[in-house]
């Protein structure tokens, strides 16, 4: 959350770089919340584009009183809606926006957008990505639970842990690691 | 023991020649407090600190020994607190919430402060100053001076007729003014009607959210007992203790009040529960500096009208010394 | 590329890094590719496990080369406005008090002398409110705000509840305490 508000502050002192980053964080979610509204994978892309690039012109006026993605998020929605309404095809739903962005993203009524084939490859990474984590070492499988289920930081996963920081980091990252391996080989690329 | 033994000596060596003086400080402001609790009132008071500027309406009644009291603010969104003998209900129409809190069984008010104030007196010069008008009535001045950057330092008007407290000033460091509390009109000894304690938004529509006194077995109290601050500024001591329960979400909060006499710092434990984000670090609030960490998977804040610098190192020294810990 | 680089590309995603490590890592992000590759698949990876899945595709998709191109046109923002946002911006580094202790001291010295003519002049009943907030100094939001300076509204209202236990038991000013409670947030 601190890393974002000092992305945030990086571009808003005209570090172009630092969006970037923001970019690379919040794309995969973006696209996900905007394919709820756009079924067509490129124009969704499209979409995405256009709601960065609104938000990178809207960042002078971010207050930082809502979480970065917060407010990323109601642009996102905001500019799917728009996107439907210039194509003069009705938004699904109406109002999303006054919802809480961190309830929403696995609202049921948005699974059915979904493609068959992303589904077919997105169970088999699910299941890639669960299986590597059941392999891992007691340690090193709660130091990833707490922090990708429980929402912990490393601070609190060391408290919990009862082990240091520098520790926690490692086990994570051994975890990513081993992920990794998984869901290269699910995507059918060399290690 | 030494402790009180060292300050029993700094006592009786630097304050003989002002004792008198003093002694007479520490009874008006005894008999401010006690005019706090005891009078009825109705005023409107202006708040001041930073770039906040609110007027305030205030109620006070004690009818018999019950006390009530109501505060609404007249500048914006109208929020309301309703005191009574046993709960404290904050009303934001803003925010469409209403926030109850219980208060601690049978303590009436808090302010068993006349009791606490004597065992300031190591830790502060009290000067009895000039006479002041305010608020159309003359007012006794006193100056109160930390004698270390760990609290902050107060100057108070008292009416000289009521003993009542009508401006009160929070010195910083550097004898900047924090915060001001200021009665630009007020009246004392009237009638308080039912009708002007009771909260003028209705609760309907309204998210209602309560906190309520935990239930203290004898197992928590051991537990409790677990948690210790390592570090206070001299003359702090624990003065107060209660757990409290938030219904609307189960999180069980400890609360651990450590005073001087004069100002006052909280500690609140709560325990960590997946998805809660919490802060580390300070924070602030006009004067109100916090300290939050997480120690032993619990939230550990500290909250008080001190210098950041002191609820920065209380933060740093609370510990959990029980069973669990290693 | 040494692995510690890795693990401070993880440390990243889960924006664990603060101060020099957080520098070096954006500099890594920023100048080498396959630091850059390991982020997105990391990102990826946690975004699957939070059930971000319609945008899955053969490999992470991205849009930063797009957008930045697209972005090349752009003004990057001046210094000039980084002050003006810093000052609404309501963040805390763990070293926050210490940067604010100073700057609040500053700011509040300014604060002071302005409220203090005015005290003199007409007295604190009859002040004109809005000649003081003119004459402040933007920096001073940070410093002298009546909001918790904390990002998230779940702990604003945490500190909140705990504002309110706590006033039970200031001292001195007892009886205007809750001032605090019903003033908060109200600045303008």
New interface residues.
Partial sequence: ??????L??R???????????L???Y???I??VI??FVHDPVE??DV??EA??KA??A??N??????FYTWLYRIAINTSKNHLTASSRRPPMSDVDAMDATNY??APE?KE??TPE??L??VE??EA?QQAIEDLPEDTATAIKL???EGM??EEIAEAMDCPIGTV??R??RA??A??KQ?KSV?GEEE | MRQVFRFCVALLVLFIPTVQAESASIEL?ERM?QA?KQLNYEGV??????????S?R?Y?RNNDGTES?R???L???A???I?SNDT?T?INPDGKQI?V?Q??LGRG???D?PR??RSATPFYELTLEGEDRI?GKLTQRLE?KPVDSYRYG?R?WMDKETDL?L??E?I???K???E???F??IETGIEIPDASLKAQMSGNEMVWHR?EPGEMTTQDLVAFSNWQAKWLPDGFTL??HQN?L?ANNGAH?E?R?Y?D????V?V?I?KMRAQ???????????A?????SVIHAH?V?V???VP??TV?KIGAAIEYAGPESR | MAINH??LV?????????GSE?EQA?EL??NDSSA?E???????????????????????????F???T??DN?P????A??T???A??????????KQ??GLA?AA??G??AV??VVQQQSG??N?P?AS??AN?APA??I?????????????ED???????????????????S???????G???
Wanted: glycine share 6%; net charge negative; proline share 2%.
């Fill in positions: 959350m601190n890393v974002d508000q000092e945030v502050q571009v808003q002192a005209g570090d172009k770089k630092a969006f970037d980053l970019i690379m964080k794309q995969q979610r696209i996900h394919t709820g969704a892309m995405a584009q960065f690039i990178y012109r960042l002078p971010f207050r930082g009183d809502s979480a993203y696995d948005l957008f979904e992303n589904s490859m997105c990474l699910e990505i922090r990708e289920f930081s490393y980091r490692s994570i990252f990513r690691e992920i990794d869901v995507m | 402001l407090s706090a008071f202006a708040y001041q600190s930073g770039k906040t500027f609110q305030v205030i006070h009291e505060l609404i603010s500048n914006g969104a929020r309301e607190v005191r404290v904050c926030n809190s208060r601690p008010f808090p302010s402060l606490r104030l608020a109160i107060y108070l407290l401006k009160s929070l910083g460091e550097n900047e003014v924090l001001t509390f200021e630009t009109d906190t003065v107060a409290r938030r909060i609360q009040v005073s006499g004069l100002s006052s909280s609140f709560e809660h984000n919490h802060f580390h670090g300070g924070s602030h609030m006009g109100v500096n916090a300290f939050g939230f804040t909250v008080g009208e950041a610098v920065e | 890795l693990e993880s440390a990243l995603v889960d924006g664990q890094l603060t957080l954006l992000i920023n850059r390991a982020f997105m698949r990391y990102q990826q990876a946690s975004d699957i496990l939070h059930g971000y899945t319609r945008s899955i595709n053969q490999r992470p998709l991205d849009l930063t797009r957008i930045s697209a972005l752009e990057a923002y001046t210094i406005t980084e003006k946002s810093t609404k911006l309501f963040r805390f580094p763990d070293n926050f008090w604010a202790t001291m509040s010295v604060a002071l409220v203090g604190f009943d002040m409110v003081v907030v402040e001073t939001m410093s002298q705000s009546n909001r918790w300076t904390v990002a998230e509204p779940e702990v945490r500190l909140n509840n705990y504002l309110v236990d706590h006033n039970e038991y200031v001292g001195t000013s007892g009886m205007f809750y001032g605090r409670v019903v003033s908060y109200t600045e303008r």
